[in-house]
């Protein structure tokens, strides 16, 4: 992984909400952690774990504030799920980032 989408993943779980983030970079971290499957035309189901959620591919290049709080609140609750076995990808295991 990047470092860039490492520093991404730790300030969505940890620190201030990220100023931009696009919708590709998004993607790419949800696709490390977990599974991003299309729904619909412009509508993706992002699952990390025994978590998932619908996101809507935005208008513009980058994720809305809201939409940056829910992908922070999803990924939180897909890090303290007591289903989650073992991530996607073991180098982004976010089990491992402490709270």
């Not at 998004?26 to 978590?51: C, K, N």
């Not at 208008?59 to 609750?77: A, C, M």
């Amino acid at each position: 992984m990047s470092k860039h989408l490492e520093s991404v993943y730790h300030n969505l779980l940890n620190g201030k909400l990220p100023r931009s983030l696009s919708w590709s970079e998004a993607v790419e971290l949800v696709e490390l952690l977990g599974e991003v499957q299309p729904h619909g035309d412009d509508e993706f189901v992002f699952r990390v774990g025994g978590q998932r959620v619908f996101f809507k591919r935005p208008h513009t290049h980058d994720l809305g504030l809201e939409e940056v709080s829910r992908l922070r609140k999803f990924l939180k609750e897909a890090r303290s799920s007591s289903q989650v076995e073992e991530p996607a990808h073991p180098e982004m295991d976010f089990r491992a980032v402490a709270p």
